[in-house]
């Protein structure tokens, strides 16, 4: 990267459960942005398990669990311009242009505006609205992604760590998103949500499930991924896939396989790991279904 880029560096966060998804997307971003640094934010435990594929390893904030650690992001990344993605991402294009092309914006994120319905979180977006008294509300549900710059966006995170802090009553009592928490902040502070492409069709994030079935053409190793969008027929070749909702594990277990062969990373866990993302998407529900049907219950 020549000193007339823009500096930035990749963060992530990791626990035990996902470090294995976490050193994969260290690993297609060594394949698809080579010589931009990585950072990772998890606790003392998981430091061990890491270190050797990040650039920098932040001990992450005592006494936080789970979706609440995204609302500190700022504080937990090293750089002045960061590129934060969830563990579970493979990259394959340069994201330096987004850095780029969205600069006006302290914190940036795709997604959309709704107005009606329950977040996947049972926030009541009307509600909240009229609450802020704002004429749209912003949508980045499942985002898995976010581009922001310092000193700038201290101010929208602090917000979102206020938000978090009081979340019931805020919230009017849905349970806890970073997303919806990010959802409310936008709006009140009017910041727009992105748009999935820039000139010249370039897209950042995407969905296994965004493309037509059969025609995704994908290799990590060689920062590969093109497929026919659902929604329009377009080919798209993201900068990103997030599996999120641990979809599609055959084919995010396969491209972590091969990502680990070439950077010679041991592959001890990876299809367990896979195996316990395939039954939490296409087995355990149906021994739900079954269970409801013949009234079977958990024992307290």
């Not at 003392?44 to 050797?52: A, G, H, Q, T």
């Not at 932040?58 to 504080?75: M, N």
């Not at 990010?182 to 949500?193: G, L």
């Not at 590969?224 to 055959?250: K, Q, S």
Request: a positive charge.
């Amino acid at each position: 990267m020549s000193e007339k880029d823009i500096e930035f560096g990749f963060l992530t966060l990791a626990t035990k459960n996902d470090y294995l998804k976490a050193i994969g997307l260290a690993l297609s971003i060594r394949v698809s942005n080579p010589g931009v640094p990585i950072a990772i934010a998890c606790s003392n435990k998981v430091r061990p398990l890491v270190e050797p594929y990040f650039d920098y390893v932040i001990e992450e904030q005592a006494g936080l669990r789970g979706f609440i650690h995204k609302v500190y992001l700022d504080i937990y990344s090293p750089f002045k311009n960061t590129v934060f993605f969830d563990s579970d991402v493979l990259v394959f294009k340069p994201a330096l242009p987004f850095v780029k092309a969205w600069q006006d914006n302290a914190y940036n994120a795709v997604g959309t505006y709704d107005n009606n319905g329950l977040s996947a979180f049972g926030l009541d977006r009307a509600a909240m609205r009229e609450k802020l008294n704002k004429p749209k509300f912003v949508e980045i549900g499942g985002a898995g992604h976010a581009i922001f710059f310092k000193p700038g966006c201290t101010e929208i995170f602090e917000m979102a760590r206020k938000i978090s802090e009081n979340y019931k009553e805020v919230s009017g009592g849905a349970r806890y998103a970073d997303e919806d928490a990010m959802n409310i902040v936008m709006t009140s502070m009017d910041i727009a949500p992105r748009s999935n492409d820039l000139p010249k069709d370039l897209h950042l994030t995407c969905r296994h499930l965004s493309a037509r079935p059969n025609t995704i053409k994908m290799d990590a190793r060689k920062g590969l991924c093109r497929f026919v969008y659902n929604d329009t027929g377009d080919i798209w070749e993201p900068c990103m896939m997030h599996f999120a909702c641990n979809e599609a594990p055959v084919t995010y277990t396969w491209q972590l396989y091969l990502l680990f062969k070439k950077f010679n990373v041991s592959t001890k866990g990876l299809f367990t790991l896979g195996a316990m993302d395939f039954y939490e998407l296409y087995i355990k529900p149906k021994l739900r279904c079954v269970a409801n049907v013949f009234g079977l219950k958990k024992r307290k």
